[in-house]
């Protein structure tokens, strides 16, 4: 089993910064996909960013390309989210999630999830 645990949600002014982290334990395989996924209250769950575990390989949505960042600390067995330039509309519970899907970028190709950490923008 693969737990995830997240942290590094708040509240944050428009402009501002926030980095969140997701640290997994469990058998995590080097070819994993770990991502990050948001939901906002009465939408769906969307994907904003992925990185390989292995290869460092990055993705993300065209609504955070410039502003977001994820990277990946493997002796930590940790994935960050450094988020930028936060806007009133990046305001949503934040999920991390570990997928066996290299092209991860759907919520149904997640075989684990983060209990979700909370991500307030204030215009």
């Known amino acids: 089993q693969v737990q995830l645990v997240e942290s590094g949600g708040g509240l944050v002014q428009a402009g501002g910064s926030l980095r969140l982290s997701c640290t997994g334990s469990g058998r995590i395989y080097l070819n994993y996909a770990w991502g990050w996924f948001r939901q906002a209250p009465g939408k769906e769950r969307e994907f904003v960013a992925r990185?390989?575990?292995?290869?460092?390989?990055?993705a993300y949505t065209d609504s955070v390309k410039g502003r977001f960042t994820i990277s990946r600390d493997n002796a930590k067995n940790t994935v960050y989210l450094q988020m930028s330039s936060l806007k009133p509309e990046d305001t949503a519970v934040y999920y991390c999630?570990?997928?066996?899907?290299?092209?991860?970028?759907?919520?149904?190709?997640?075989?684990?999830w983060g209990q979700g950490t909370q991500v307030t923008v204030s215009s």
């Open positions: 990185i390989n575990w292995n290869t460092g390989i990055t």
């Open positions: 999630a570990v997928s066996s899907v290299s092209y991860l970028s759907l919520p149904g190709q997640v075989n684990y």
